[in-house]
Each structure stands twice: as structure tokens, then as C-alpha cells.
């Protein structure tokens, strides 16, 4: 997978539907058409320049994207122009149901730049023509469909429906939800969120750690006998003066890796430096901080089969807030250097940039 000496990326969480919904995105045109496009809008007020678009997937390498389903709870919207927050899970299955219909009609739209995988064979497909192409052939990016927050299930009982909608993927928390503890908002596994996990098992979907409460996702990975996962989510001993649930303590990444747990990084300045915030210029976080986060998991983990990237990128945040180097998705690979200075090998950078992930799909999608 080194063809054009560039790894395959693999990115384990982006938030495409919420953005094609919120802002109109089409991710099937280049950055700088949205760039353009948006100049003279509200949105690079409102949400700051797109890091995404078709030339920079292909310019990535970016064969695969976990593509999620994301909505927020009311009594957590900050801007007035985020209208995809819910009320109740009534509203919230709505506003999920919407983003995976906008998925499917993507694809449908633009069959030579994005297609679903729903299956081990779809992915060993994809994958060949990736790694084969054919002269002059388009390349389509992947898309495997991840829950972010679980409040869009009304009731177990429809988990199967959202699996013949496409979904593989299931996060119970963004903030707190009636399944457990989010971002936040602190607590344990409800009886619900028990239910919902058995539920999850029964049907095959891969278990995201990412934005659970610590104590919760103790629990998960006590509880969950299926794939677990951590899509996006940076070392909490990284940022020194932090106390906030959204990071992964050292006593939760060890349980983790013992559940053989991916965990991708997430290149957003706030996530790698505790003293970036917003407003400060992002020159003052450079991709050395992504390179050190990704090399605390492999040195805790013992190997570099346990990190990967799941970059967040349009997720609420923009070119501005993440490291100096990167302008789009593409800018990834000025890591790889950086970690061969470390003594990281091609195969361990592959692994990084996107085998990881694509052992874990190829085990836990179905055939």
C-alpha cells in the first residue's frame, strides 16, 4: 500500500453529513472551490475555511473515511446557525435519518468519488482498486458510516434498521446521553446503556469509545464483547493541565489496548496543546505535536498497531485551529517524516496511516 510513496490514509471520523446539512457542502467539489464559494457567505465566520474536498481525499491517499452521523443536544448549541440539535430522541433520529439519506444520495450523485462499504467484501474490492488502479482510472474515497452519540436510537429494537441503512459504527456519547456519561457530563453506563450495548453486540456494529465518560467506557470494555474502537481521541498525559473527560487517561488507553483498541488522533490545535486556544494563531502548534501524540500511544501500547488518525476535520472547527503545516487533509502525510525521525519504519507508518483501521474493518465488517 506505498504506491506514489505515500501510505493509504485511512481517516476514522469526520463529520461530512452534519456540514453538508448545516452549510451546503459539497464534498465532491475541491477545496478551493468551497473556499470560493463560501467567501463571501457567513459561513468562514461562522465555521472558518473547509479542510476537505475531493482533490485533497486523492492527494491524501484517503481510501477510506469513517463519515459520521452527528447532532447535538439543544442545551449544548453555541450558535444560532446550528440548526441540527435535538430536543428528544424523536428529534434526534430525525436529524440522523436526514444525514444518512444525504450520505446515500451523495454517493448515488458521485458514484466516481465516494461509495459505502458495508462489507467485507465491498472493502476488499475497494481496496483492490486502490491498490491496482488502472491508468488514468478515479479513485472513489470509502465511506463506512459511524453513529457519533447513540440518542438517534429511539429504541434497541430499531439497531437493526440502522444496519440495513448502512451504519457500522456506534458511539453511545457525545455529551451525556440516556445510554452513559459524554463530554462534560459525567457518569456511568445506564440500565439503557447496557441494553444498547448488548444489542449493538447482537448485531455486529463496532463500539466507539470516543467522547464517553471515562467510567463508562471502563464499563464498555469490561462489558462489550465486540469491536471496540476509539476514533478519535488524544492522550490526556499529552496535555499537561487538563482535566477534561474528553481525553483517554493512561489507565484507559492500557484497558483499551488490551481489547486491542485503535485509537486515532486528532490533529486539532486545542486537542494537542493545553495552552492553544482559540483566537490564538495556529502557527504556534506545529505537526510535531500530532507526531508526539501518536508516538505517546505507540510507546504505551508497546507497538505501532494501536494508532491511527481520526482527524475531526470540519467537526466545528477549521484551517485555523489546526497545526501550521496543514491546509488540507492531504498535509497528513508531512507527519510520516517526523515519525521515521523517531524510528518508526515504513510498515509502522503504514500501520499508522490507515492499516490499522483496515484490519479492524476487515475483521469486524461483516462479509
Known amino acids: 500500500m506505498m504506491n506514489d510513496n505515500k501510505p493509504i490514509l485511512v481517516d476514522a471520523h469526520e463529520d461530512l453529513a452534519w456540514n453538508m446539512l448545516t452549510f451546503g457542502r459539497d464534498y465532491s467539489r ?5 473556499r470560493t464559494l463560501e467567501a463571501n457567505t457567513a459561513v468562514p465566520q461562522q465555521i472558518g475555511h473547509t479542510l476537505l474536498g475531493i482533490d485533497a481525499y486523492r492527494r491524501a491517499r484517503a481510501a477510506v473515511v469513517f463519515a459520521t452521523l452527528f447532532a447535538g443536544p439543544i442545551r449544548r448549541q453555541e450558535h444560532a446557525w446550528d440548526t441540527l440539535s435535538y430536543r428528544d430522541d424523536e428529534e434526534a433520529h430525525t436529524l440522523y435519518s436526514r444525514q444518512l439519506d ?9 458514484p466516481d468519488d465516494f461509495r459505502l462499504i458495508t462489507s467485507r467484501t465491498q472493502l476488499q474490492v475497494h481496496l483492490a482498486q486502490w491498490e491496482n488502479p488502472a491508468p488514468g482510472e478515479t479513485l472513489p474515497i470509502g465511506l463506512v458510516v459511524l453513529m457519533e452519540g447513540a440518542e438517534g436510537v429511539r429504541h434497541v429494537e430499531e439497531l ?5 441503512r448502512g451504519v457500522r459504527l456506534i458511539g453511545p456519547a ?3 446521553t440516556r445510554f452513559c456519561g459524554g463530554t462534560r457530563e459525567p457518569g456511568p453506563l445506564t440500565a439503557e446503556g447496557h441494553e444498547l450495548l448488548e444489542a449493538m453486540g447482537d448485531q455486529g456494529f463496532v463500539l466507539d469509545l470516543s467522547h464517553m465518560d471515562e467510567q463508562a467506557a471502563f464499563q464498555a470494555l469490561e462489558r462489550y464483547e465486540g469491536t471496540v474502537i476509539a476514533s478519535h481521541a488524544n492522550p490526556l498525559a ?16 492500557e484497558a483499551a489496548f488490551e481489547r486491542d483498541v485503535v485509537v486515532g488522533v486528532v ?3 486545542l486537542f494537542l ?7 490564538m494563531r495556529k502557527e504556534l502548534v506545529t505537526i510535531d ?13 508497546g507497538d505501532a498497531l494501536h494508532a491511527g488518525f481520526g482527524s475531526d476535520f470540519d467537526g466545528g472547527f477549521s484551517v485555523s485551529h489546526v497545526p501550521a503545516e496543514i491546509d488540507t487533509l492531504a498535509d497528513l502525510h508531512k507527519i510520516a517524516p517526523l515519525l521515521a525521525e523517531k524510528g518508526y519504519q515504513p510498515a509502522d507508518i503504514e500501520a499508522i496511516f490507515g492499516k490499522n483501521w483496515l484490519n479492524m474493518l476487515q475483521s469486524a465488517l461483516p462479509e
Open 289 to 301: 505535536k500530532v507526531a508526539a501524540h501518536i508516538d505517546y500511544i505507540c510507546q504505551r501500547a
Open 238 to 253: 499529552m496535555l499537561p493541565g487538563m482535566q477534561s473527560n474528553r481525553f483517554l487517561s493512561d489507565q484507559l488507553l
Open 174 to 176: 457525545w455529551a451525556g
Open 267 to 269: 490533529p486539532y490545535n
Open 160 to 164: 437493526p434498521e440502522w444496519w440495513e
Open 102 to 110: 444525504a450520505y446515500h444520495r451523495l454517493c448515488d450523485t458521485h
Open 30 to 34: 475541491t477545496v478551493s472551490q468551497t
Open 273 to 279: 496543546d493545553p495552552n492553544w486556544v482559540k483566537g
